[in-house]
């Protein structure tokens, strides 16, 4: 088995509930997948990887898991999931499943028998502690906001939801915890899952010290300094990658917020990427606003080639602009109107060329746009909460919060899938969240286009199969303080590789860095680029030249 598949593979992840309703409830399912194996293999994927689908209240749209052993009805039987497999696999196509183990649903019957009573066995499951003078045992602020400890009178204690008091963490501490939790993913792994995206998983050894934060306004701190990354975490994922990963083969990519890529190393002794989000978080202001400053590119630049060039030969990157908690990159660096496509193909030059595994969530292939939403419309528990937080308190008026949610919130994303331009987007029934509305977007559409952004999607993911210079060469970016224009080389044993895409509007007059004249163009998103001989880039121009 090509246990390196991964390193010249594209990963394409699928929002089950989002992608294709088979049965008309709304809500997207496993037969619905099964029907678009076939589109999804038309795209040279190597992999898959699926957004949960266990049992769930879906308080958190399904990363609240009640039953590890079970699939939430609406998405259909453990033989269609079966079957499902069997198709990837007769199609090449690996299958990655969700795994969130950090926490639980507060639902989950080991969560209910654990807050049952203090005696029963499966209370050290969980993290308890007593409160101080009635208040919660530290001042930490869950991620999705409020005190991240909950009271339960029939323990008298806390426990502790870092997410959402819906969301409770497992006591990893707890070596039957782990025992149990292992035990179950191997269940999945039988069923014949070649791997895992780790959810939040950097979240599992706390600061058992349980110290206060410094406190903001409202008298909570931050929690993640608290959470993240603590002193446990790699002996924990040691013995997950010995006991059961290795036994299977099993890929591992952990979500790994606020790691740097010095930890990224660490990590990669016992997963096989991480997920960071430094590249998507520069537009990050306070109380969930956004700001995309001037410098955005330069340090998007930045960003990207540090972590290009620090985990060289030292670990290996997970490629993503978007995901299900991500807006869509042609909203937030592309234009969305005339330029659209240009600036759709020119991201996707732009990551694709970089060392790591591409991953491309549904929809990026069309070069799609967010969903536009009200307030009644926002379906997303950290988006509702950010309205009661922020609007209801007048910290925030409701129009300026809309525009954060239409910029970056995690619906924004999250609408069916568009294949025509049909009733609900041919997605289904109607769905259970907005559909995106932008009929000029999907999949029938583009299928009849040799220019559409999908089939220059299909060409970079042929392109970056063996091609050993995308793979192993070094990598190396040129000005990077330019404001509009990301220019790199790769290069391995003497050939290389040239990528320069303008990131703007504006057609931009640029000198090439290095000797391109003479390179064989390896895809372009002009036809009539003359960049080579005019040094003019056109809006949103992006071309890769073998040198
Ligand atoms: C991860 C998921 C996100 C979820 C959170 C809590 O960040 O990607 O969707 O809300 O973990 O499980």
Request: one cysteine or more.
């Amino acid at each position: 088995m090509d246990r390196d598949w991964f390193r010249h593979g594209t990963i394409y992840q699928i929002y089950p509930q989002s992608f294709c309703d088979d049965n008309g409830d709304g809500f997207g399912d496993i037969a619905g997948i099964i029907k678009k194996q076939d589109y999804l293999a038309s795209l040279g994927i190597d992999a898959v990887w699926i957004s949960p689908m266990y049992d769930s209240p879906y308080r958190d749209n399904g990363y609240d898991v009640r039953d590890y052993y079970a699939l939430d009805s609406r998405f259909g039987t453990m033989e269609e999931f079966e079957r499902m497999i069997e198709g990837f696999h007769k199609r090449g196509i690996k299958v990655i499943m969700d795994m969130v183990i950090n926490h639980s649903s507060n639902e989950c019957e080991w969560f209910k028998k654990a807050a049952a009573s203090k005696d029963s066995p499966e209370h050290d499951m969980y993290i308890w502690r007593k409160g101080k003078d009635g208040l919660p045992p530290t001042n930490w602020e869950a991620i999705f906001s409020g005190s991240a400890w909950t009271y339960v009178p029939e323990c008298d204690e806390w426990y502790l939801g870092t997410f959402s008091p819906y969301q409770p963490d497992f006591n990893w501490e707890n070596e039957n915890v782990r025992k149990t939790l292992f035990e179950m993913t191997e269940f999945w792994l039988k069923k014949g899952v070649d791997g895992f995206r780790m959810d939040a998983i950097n979240f599992i050894s706390k600061n058992t010290q349980f110290p206060d934060g410094p406190s903001d306004g409202a008298g909570l701190a931050p929690i993640r300094p608290f959470v993240q990354n603590g002193p446990k975490a790699h002996e924990w994922l040691g013995e997950f990658k010995k006991q059961v990963l290795d036994k299977y083969g099993a890929m591992t990519v952990g979500e790994a917020d606020g790691t740097s890529a010095a930890q990224a190393i660490e990590y990669s002794k016992e997963m096989d990427m991480i997920f960071s989000f430094d590249h998507v978080a520069l537009d990050n202001g306070e109380n969930f606003t956004f700001n995309a400053s001037a410098d955005y590119i330069p340090k998007l630049k930045t960003v990207l080639a540090e972590w290009q060039t620090k985990l060289y030969k030292k670990a290996w990157n997970a490629l993503f602009w978007e995901n299900h908690d991500q807006p869509r990159i042609v909203t937030r660096l592309g234009d969305s109107h005339a330029l659209r496509e240009a600036s759709a193909k020119a991201l996707a030059v732009a990551l694709f060329f970089l060392q790591g595994t591409p991953f491309i969530f549904q929809g990026q292939e069309l070069g799609n746009v967010n969903t536009v939403f009200t307030r009644d419309e926002v379906r997303d528990i950290q988006g509702k909460n950010n309205f009661r937080l922020y609007v209801d308190t007048g910290i925030i008026s409701e129009e300026k919060m809309l525009e954060y949610i239409n910029y970056k919130s995690r619906d924004t994303v999250r609408a069916p899938m568009q294949w025509t331009d049909g009733e609900n987007s041919g997605f289904g029934g109607t769905p259970w969240i907005k559909t995106n509305g932008r009929k000029d977007i999907n999949v029938r559409e583009q299928e009849s286009r040799e220019g559409s952004v999908l089939n220059f999607y299909r060409k970079l993911i042929a392109i970056r199969k063996n091609n050993g210079v995308i793979e192993n060469g070094t990598f190396k970016l040129y000005n990077a303080e330019h404001e509009s224009v990301f220019e790199y080389t790769r290069t391995l044993n003497g050939k290389t590789i040239y990528v320069i895409c303008n990131i703007s509007k504006h057609t931009v007059e640029y000198t090439p860095s290095v000797a391109i004249g003479g390179g064989n163009v390896l895809i372009r998103n002009y036809e009539n680029s003359d960049f080579v001989s005019t040094h003019t880039l056109q809006p949103f121009e992006a071309i890769a030249l073998t040198l």
